[in-house]
């Protein structure tokens, strides 16, 4: 057994050489007894295999459901009383249930797997003083692993050297732009994203080189502790599926107490044989019995399934569709998710002047606004020689370009001097022609100690230097500042510090450009060409705007009640400035990772009852944030693109994961997946999920009734000591055909328009609502007096049983119809025009309806299995008028409970 790796080392906070000490390592790597040794020891550098589920295990999870139980009980009961053709239909609904369930459900194992696709393949180390690619799984903690630009680093390491290294961590932190690395140590309670002399298993170094010695592998690294977090997240069951367990036990009790009372009734009171009053019982539990309700829902269900495809939303568990419905929190990652991950240049700032440009993303398009004005690129050029400057600058001194494919483009280097080639290209500059007229002689490269870089390039009158930067090191570096004459002035430090520390405020990075005229015929660059004397061209200030469709589904999920929260592992001060232009607050204030941690759940719960944004966040925070809502009641939504997100997806009750740039391991772990990256998708899954639900309740407001008025024409029979109305098979047949065809077309009903003014549904408001009780009783006594009335009228006509109870299943079907126009419209009125043509799927359910009835009545074989007798067509105007009464009466009472003020929510 591999021993386990100790993650309480905090390496960050320790010094190079003491790291080495530590692992008992040196500069130039292990020697090959060491590394056998410490792989024995810690085993390879993989992450464990988790056993997943069997077909078995997966299977049994389906069936798993209460009226599934009572759906297997009355087949059992039925097949020992030799009612095959009952015994075969309901399980045939059983079997539908559980095989689509199996095929729609993904394995939650595969978000391990997928995270384990993140470690490296291969990696460079030094063993025996020489250098070596190995297989990444060879590696052990204390190897001396050598990193180059474009590396996916192998392990989680330390840094030993470094120069000019800087790491994509935003799958592990949510970081916006790659972090510049160092080897001094930090602080000991430094999070994740500030730990500059780490580097970790799965993230991408962008720029430079480094030497690094090993410090975690395998399950020990932070890549695995995610995947750990993923194992001890449990699954939580969705709002649907817990109202419809609860229906299904409340329906249970219902059915075996009635059944039994009835049973009970029939031998001790009425003193009826054993043998023929549980034939009666049994005929009553098949009545009372929704067969179609299961089927129904996960057709329903289905349908939102494909209606969410055609607006970019892919559903990989089928109740998230409905759980979307009842989301009251939205909790959102920004980088990606929110924002373009693509930074962009809104504000340049020159001595006395500023611009402000228009535009999101690396497409060169938008506006220049110059003093409230939109102003052309070759006026503003010609109007001020310090934005010509600053243009010219920042396109020269930059290693980045964009290409277009497409009409998309696209980044090829580091997402800051993206954002600089931008902006040249929106004010009509060619970075490729200038790069012609000016070509570069030598460059000082960007390294984290010194913070800047510098570009030579030849000028007509000699030669000239270009630097960009961080402000602070840039300014200290200047002497004057270039007016939009051209004059060069003294530089004034307090006014340009003012105007970095208000971008700061305002979230975004802000990058100073100087140049320095050189002496003819200088061809080589040194430092000390740039250390002083340089003429500062001004500022820009850059951020990860949000996308325009994002601050519009904002605002459409404020106007339904839905809260979103902002939880980022990126700055507070950015993210807070992002929210603002999100438009969720204008004093949103964001609570940092170390605040967190310094919280215990009561405070936790209060803290994301009232805070709108989390900045700094790790993935346990992210967990334990999801978890506080839910204990607060919230029905949550997660949203999230990164390894970093992945653990709080699954924890959530709906997981939604980015597509286009999201992580394997976050697809998932997500329940569903967003085809376009867009925050929008999700309040239009929203509007599909409350569709669904409120189809789902049509559907239940329509089936139970029916079965309600079936169950009490068999009890009032047994009671009374007649002929049962309807058979079992008979009713069976009405449940599983007729109900089944017409309740369908209730599953494709359109969005209402009133469905995203609506506050959220409560997470525990029952699907049995008090209207829905209402309903049921009311209308299954409608259909006892028409189903028991019709029966003894014929009868009393002197009709033989048959034919009265064809009569009986007739007219059932017929009040079915007129229910079905009426069941469309729980509130308004459905005597207009649309409402009485209904769609084109209720006209052909209609009539499927109205042909299986003739077969019914008049096919020969139909009578035989069935016990059904031929009527004349003189009967049927007596059976559609007992349908037209029950449309009339239930239009009467929609009426009424709308002056009253009631009916549904």
Not at 220 to 234: C, D, H, P
Request: glycine share 8%.
């Amino acid at each position: 057994m591999p021993e386990q790796q100790s993650q309480t080392n905090r390496w960050h906070a320790r010094q190079a050489d003491e790291a080495l000490r530590e692992l008992e390592t040196s500069n130039t790597g292990l020697t090959h007894e060491q590394v056998q040794e410490r792989l024995y020891r810690y085993g390879p550098n993989r992450l464990d295999e988790a056993k997943p589920a069997s077909v078995l295990q997966r299977l049994m999870r389906h069936l798993n459901n209460v009226l599934l139980y009572v759906l297997i009980a009355a087949a059992l009961v039925t097949a020992l009383m030799g009612h095959w053709v009952d015994t075969f239909v309901i399980l045939a609904v059983v079997v539908l249930n559980v095989a689509i369930g199996f095929v729609q459900e993904g394995k939650a194992e595969k978000a391990l797997q997928a995270i384990r696709h993140l470690l490296a393949p291969h990696a460079v180390v030094l063993r025996d003083g020489r250098q070596q690619d190995i297989d990444a799984a060879e590696l052990v903690p204390g190897d001396v692993v050598l990193l180059a630009s474009g590396d996916s680093l192998p392990a989680d390491v330390r840094l030993l050297q470094a120069r000019n290294l800087r790491i994509d961590e935003a799958a592990l932190t949510g970081e916006s732009v790659p972090v510049d690395k160092q080897v001094e140590a930090v602080a000991d309670d430094a999070p994740i994203g500030d730990r500059v002399c780490m580097g970790y298993a799965g993230t991408l170094v962008t720029q430079g080189q480094a030497r690094a010695v090993v410090v975690a592998t395998g399950a020990a690294t932070e890549i695995g502790r995610i995947g750990r977090m993923l194992e001890s997240v449990e699954q939580g069951t969705t709002p649907l599926l817990r109202k419809m367990e609860e229906f299904g036990r409340v329906l249970t009790m219902v059915i075996l107490a009635t059944s039994a009372i009835l049973f009970l009734f029939g031998t001790l009171i009425r003193g009826m044989g054993a043998g023929e009053m549980f034939i009666a019982a049994v005929g009553l539990a098949v009545a009372a019995i929704p067969e179609g309700l299961p089927a129904i829902m996960t057709i329903t269900l289905a349908i939102g399934v494909q209606r969410m495809a055609t607006r970019n939303a892919v559903i990989r568990r089928l109740p998230a569709v409905e759980t979307l419905g009842s989301v009251t929190v939205i909790c959102s990652d920004k980088t990606g998710t929110l924002t373009r991950n693509e930074m962009t240049v809104q504000e340049v700032i020159c001595a006395g002047q500023s611009l402000v440009v228009e535009g999101a993303g690396y497409a060169p398009q938008g506006a220049l606004v110059f003093e409230g004005v939109a102003i052309e690129p070759v006026a503003l050029l010609e109007r001020s020689v310090a934005f010509l400057g600053l243009m010219e600058a920042a396109a020269l001194c930059n290693d980045a370009s964009l290409h277009e494919t497409d009409q998309m483009w696209t980044l090829a280097g580091d997402p800051t001097e993206g954002a600089l080639l931008t902006l040249a290209m929106k004010a009509g500059l060619s970075p490729a022609s200038l790069k012609v007229d000016r070509p570069r002689l030598d460059v000082i490269p960007f390294e984290s100690e010194h913070r800047f870089m510098a570009t030579l390039h030849t000028t007509d009158g000699g030669s000239e230097v270009l630097v960009k930067g961080a402000p602070e090191r840039i300014l200290s570096m200047c002497s004057h500042q270039l007016m939009a004459d051209g004059e060069e002035l003294a530089l004034e430090p307090a006014r340009w510090h003012a105007h970095v520390e208000a971008q700061a405020q305002a979230g975004r990075r802000v990058l100073a450009l100087a140049r320095r005229r050189l002496p003819n015929g200088k061809d080589m660059l040194g430092h000390e060409d740039v250390a002083s004397e340089l003429t500062l061209l001004g500022l820009v200030a850059i951020i990860d705007p949000p996308r325009e469709e994002a601050i519009r589904a904002v605002a459409q999920c404020g106007a339904a009640g839905i809260r979103v929260v902002m939880i980022t592992g990126d700055h507070g001060v950015t993210a807070s400035a992002i929210a603002r232009q999100l438009g969720m607050g204008d004093d949103v204030k964001a609570i940092t990772g170390p605040e967190l941690e310094q919280m215990d759940e009561a405070a936790m719960r209060q803290a994301v009852a009232e805070a709108r944004v989390f900045a700094r966040a790790s993935p346990e925070h992210k967990l334990r944030l999801v978890r506080a809502l839910q204990a607060n009641g919230e029905v949550v939504a997660m949203t999230g693109d990164g390894v970093n997100d992945a653990p709080a997806l699954k924890q959530a009750d709906v997981g939604v994961a980015m597509g286009m740039k999201g992580t394997e391991a976050a697809k998932q772990a997500g329940s569903i997946v967003l085809a376009d990256d867009n925050f929008a998708s999700i309040a239009h899954a929203v509007e599909e999920g409350r569709t669904v639900y409120d189809n789902l309740r049509k559907t239940v407001t329509f089936l139970l009734p029916i079965n309600g008025g079936e169950s009490l024409s068999l009890l009032l029979a047994v009671l009374l000591g007649i002929a049962l109305p309807i058979t079992p098979v008979q009713v069976l047949w009405v449940n599983m055909v007729s109900s089944v065809a017409l309740a369908m077309v209730l599953a494709f009903e359109p969005t209402e328009a009133d469905v995203m003014q609506r506050p959220p549904r409560r997470p525990d408001e029952p699907m049995l609502s008090r209207f829905v009780i209402w309903r049921i009783f009311f209308v299954s006594a409608l259909f006892l007096a028409g189903i028991f009335g019709m029966y003894q009228w014929m009868l009393s006509q002197g009709a033989t049983v048959e034919a009265a109870r064809t009569v009986a299943v007739n007219t059932l079907v017929c009040m079915e119809v007129f229910y079905l126009f009426s069941v469309r419209y729980l509130k308004s009125p459905s005597f207009t025009l649309e409402g009485v043509k209904g769609t084109p799927r209720v006209l052909m359910a209609v009539f499927g309806v109205f042909a299986l009835q003739l077969l019914f009545t008049y096919a020969p074989f139909m009578q035989s299995l069935f016990a059904s007798e031929a009527l004349p067509l003189s009967t049927g105007i007596f059976v559609v008028l007992a349908g037209v009464a029950v449309l009339v009466i239930l239009e009467i009472e929609k009426m009424l409970l709308r002056r009253l003020g009631l009916g549904p929510s």
